[in-house]
């Protein structure tokens, strides 16, 4: 599952060209579009058992409304491998694949409104609904809200189920904070610290009501005026809602905005 927060796609938004003619006047509406390639996809900081632990397609489509308004479809390829996950004696985690592979595609639409308070500060209400096709059971699909605030180049989002899925409870709510620095050379510093809170009353067992998931940085870079930017983010493991540590890893990527 992926969000960004409005100020993202605003920013995407404003970077797409345009054509203007003189003494028209702007439009309130606005689309824009990306897609890109990542290494592997890890939900949510989860790599040990990834959404697709190999080359990843993902893409998506972003209308905005001068009111604030938004809308959007954001899809990605996905590869489950089934596995068994369990402690060893020593207490590492050891996951045995059992050789069974279920390629399907991950659809999240989303709408909401954005804001700003002022000039530093911002802030974002919205809802999700994910769509998993080929899964085979309706299972993982449902509704997610997601509240966020930004100041600067400093965002908070938290998003909570609605409903129990496969995946979570009711309730369950994952926190993330994210902070980007312009560097020199057109290089960016992108950090992301993401928490998760687990409703331990649903169907799904968690080992807390409160875990590290994970915390990420890594550098990402425009090339020159093409809308192509590269990345490179290594993914410093946490913990799952059963408590097993996830291993860290690195994560290649390289995306388009149109």
Do not use: C
């Not at 309130?28 to 080359?55: C, D, F, M, Q, W």
């Not at 609904?129 to 059971?137: K, P, R």
């Not at 020199?184 to 875990?211: C, Q, R, V, W």
Request: net charge negative; aromatic share 14%.
């Amino acid at each position: 599952m992926k969000f960004t927060l409005k100020a993202l796609a605003v920013a995407a938004v404003a970077s797409a060209s345009s054509f203007t003619f003189a003494d028209e006047p702007a439009s309130p509406h606005s689309v824009s579009g990306n897609i890109g390639v990542l290494s592997s996809y890890n939900l949510r900081g989860i790599t040990n058992t990834p959404e697709n632990k190999n080359a990843t397609i993902n893409g998506g489509i972003d209308y905005n409304h001068a009111s604030g308004f938004y809308a959007g479809w954001w899809g990605s390829t996905l590869r489950y491998v089934n596995t068994d996950e369990f402690l060893n004696t020593d207490g590492v985690p050891v996951i045995v694949e059992t050789g069974e592979v279920t390629n399907a595609f991950e659809n999240d639409f989303y709408a909401g409104y954005s804001g700003s308070i002022n000039d530093d500060w911002g802030y974002t209400a919205g809802l999700t609904y994910y769509y998993y096709y080929d899964i085979g059971n309706s299972g993982s699909n449902g509704f997610e809200t997601m509240l966020g605030l930004t100041y600067k180049d400093l965002g908070i989002t938290a998003q909570t189920l609605l409903e129990d899925l496969d995946w979570g409870n009711a309730g369950d709510t994952y926190l993330k904070a994210s902070y980007s620095y312009a560097l020199p050379k057109d290089f960016s510093l992108d950090t992301a610290l993401g928490l998760y809170l687990y409703d331990k009353n649903g169907p799904i067992e968690a080992a807390d009501t409160f875990s590290f998931r994970h915390f990420d940085i890594g550098l990402s870079k425009a090339l020159a005026d093409t809308g192509v930017t590269a990345s490179m983010n290594y993914i410093l493991g946490g913990y799952d809602r059963n408590d097993i540590k996830q291993k860290n890893k690195v994560v290649l990527g390289l995306g388009y905005s149109f």
